[in-house]
């Protein structure tokens, strides 16, 4: 299992109600079933791999994340799951309202763009950087809106959402583990530069309330 799968687990209550977003085949929420006896749907686009969670007796609607989660009632979930799809998304600050409008909580992982890494990728290269978390070339990428951790928290700033918990994750492995105490330290001291994955776990602050009928207003009608 991808690592942000398995930390993300860690957020999630047994017997809970679940929503992935953009869940590929369905390999997290089949794992949440088996080990945590969650009940929920996954929302995913490609054709193969609906088949393919469907297959595997899950609940796999199709849908594309552009287009909202206006099918859900408020509050219809504990917790709505979003792996590395954020950044693919044309509003990522809409869908991130939404998923908290219809979830008490949302988990999130998505590409660290300022990665020492890739700035030096970008600084010596002149090339855009090629990873493990960023795996695609320029011109077939699907991200369009890469972000940083502290764009990521700024963003929640600015929409009254609070940060239940952090994590600063590299795809071979957590810094707690692949590194020493003192490199995991720094890890999480300076995670904007240190981290190539960023992982929230959030919910809405007790001053906000958002409704489906405030979300309509952000989604644009075609």
């Not at 999630?12 to 085949?25: F, K, Q, Y």
């Not at 999130?108 to 493990?132: C, D, Y």
């Not at 809106?145 to 940060?163: G, V, W």
Request: overall charge neutral; glycine content about 6%; charged content about 25%.
């Amino acid at each position: 299992m991808r690592l942000d799968h398995e930390l993300a687990k860690q957020w999630i209550a047994p017997h809970s109600r679940v929503l992935d977003l953009g869940c590929g085949d369905g390999s997290l929420l089949e794992q949440m079933q088996h080990s945590l006896g969650v009940t929920g749907y996954g929302l995913e686009l490609d054709e193969v791999h609906i088949n393919q969670g469907i297959a595997k007796g899950l609940n796999i609607i199709e849908q594309d994340l552009n287009d909202g989660l206006a099918r859900f009632a408020d509050n219809s979930f504990d917790t709505v799951v979003m792996a590395r799809a954020l950044q693919a998304v044309k509003s990522p600050d809409t869908l991130l309202l939404d998923m908290l409008r219809v979830g008490r909580e949302a988990i999130i992982t998505f590409p660290n763009f300022a990665h020492w890494q890739n700035r030096l990728h970008l600084g010596l290269k002149g090339l855009m950087p090629v990873s493990e978390a960023l795996p695609y070339e320029w011109y077939n990428t699907p991200n369009i809106h890469l972000c940083t951790f502290k764009d990521f928290e700024k963003l929640c700033a600015d929409n009254d959402i609070d940060i239940i918990n952090r994590f600063a994750v590299t795809d071979s492995g957590p810094a707690s583990k692949k590194y020493s105490p003192l490199m995991a330290s720094l890890i999480r001291k300076a995670p904007n530069l240190l981290a190539d994955v960023a992982m929230y776990r959030e919910t809405k602050s007790k001053s906000g309330f958002i409704t489906n009928r405030s979300m309509k207003k952000r989604y644009p009608v075609n």
